[in-house]
């Protein structure tokens, strides 16, 4: 894997070529993946912003941006362990907090293409009362890119840790085609349904349904109509389908579930969002085994593994 440092779009990145990639990392846009292409086919994945002006005012869309919290905690406030978790209110139309801050914070880089982020009394995230670390590595080969996300509770307490990938797809990602004619294929085990006031689970859930049956088969097109749906996987990888070939994701087993969201389905992107626990699982009356709410031991370290790669059909 070739690395080379490089001014990107008038930010410092960091670029990697192997087989017949190129990725692109903005380490002060939280370590985010924000190109990843063949160029040699005419092939771009990534939605990828214009300018650093254009990802700093919307740092959730472009790439591959992580959140901690993945998607929302109802009124920013929940309860584990005896003590009380309070974030900001930054969705106020209801009265939400979304998606944390680490998509836009920026991490140091350690190794080659291996990027951190520590919090500490220091440097405090949010109003999050541990100290951890986070960190952020890449490789890139004919395989595809491998992307790993590394949580150290650094605390003395257990650490609540929930996580996830903004995963934003160009639809079309292919030179010369139309996104009419992509389609979408998610091994989706069940949707959970949620409050469309509030975008918060009801609990209620369906395994049968014509969304179901048409992302199982690969036929959903992606362009055209709003889609906003919370899904629980099954093995095997999620593919966007072009004329003459897939981009694929697998996500390790770590990432239980997965938000699919299109911004109105005209913008030409597709979110499919891996995450590792429910929209609001620490509030749910579930069982952690139902709703994936975890909780990090005290210095102990978890890895969240997700391959990305192009299938030629």
């Known amino acids: 894997m070739d690395i080379q440092e490089i001014n990107w779009r008038g930010m410092q990145a960091v670029l990697l070529r192997a087989g017949g990639y190129e990725a692109v990392v903005a380490p002060e846009m939280g370590a985010n993946c924000l190109s990843l292409t063949r160029p040699g086919e ?5 939605r990828s912003p214009d300018r650093a002006e254009t990802i700093r005012q919307a740092p959730n869309v472009y790439g591959l941006p992580l959140l901690f919290p993945p998607n929302r905690v109802q009124d ?75 949580w150290t509770n650094d605390s003395d307490q257990p650490m609540p840790l929930g996580t996830g990938l903004h995963a934003a797809l160009n639809v079309p990602f292919a030179e010369n ?33 014509p969304l179901l049956s048409t992302l199982c088969e690969g036929a959903l097109c992606p362009e055209g109509r709003a889609l906003s749906h919370l899904l629980e996987l099954k093995a095997g ?16 087993p770590e990432y239980a579930f997965l938000m699919l969201w299109n911004g109105g389905g005209r913008q030409g992107f597709v979110c499919p969002e891996p995450q590792s626990w429910l929209v609001d699982a620490p509030n749910l009356p579930l069982p952690a085994e139902r709703s994936g709410f975890f909780a990090l031991a005290p210095h102990q370290t978890k890895q969240y593994q997700v391959r990305y790669w192009y299938e030629r059909g």
Do not use: M
């Open 42 to 46: 005419g092939l771009s994945f990534l």
């Open 76 to 150: 920013g406030h929940f309860r584990f362990d005896g003590r009380d978790y309070d974030f900001p209110i930054n969705e106020p139309a209801r009265h939400h907090h979304i998606h944390g801050l680490l998509s836009s914070l920026p991490f140091q880089q350690v190794g080659e293409a291996t990027f951190e982020f520590k919090a500490d009394e220091k440097q405090p995230y949010l109003a999050f009362p541990h100290a951890f670390t986070v960190r952020r590595s890449y490789r890139l080969d004919e395989s595809g890119l491998y992307h790993v996300v590394e």
């Open 177 to 209: 085609t139309n996104g009419d004619g992509y389609r979408l294929q998610i091994p989706a085990l069940r949707e959970w349904l949620y409050d469309p006031a509030t975008i918060i689970p009801t609990l209620q859930t369906q395994e049968e349904s």
């Open 237 to 252: 990888p999620a593919r966007l389908i072009g004329p003459a070939g897939a981009f694929c994701c697998q996500p390790g």
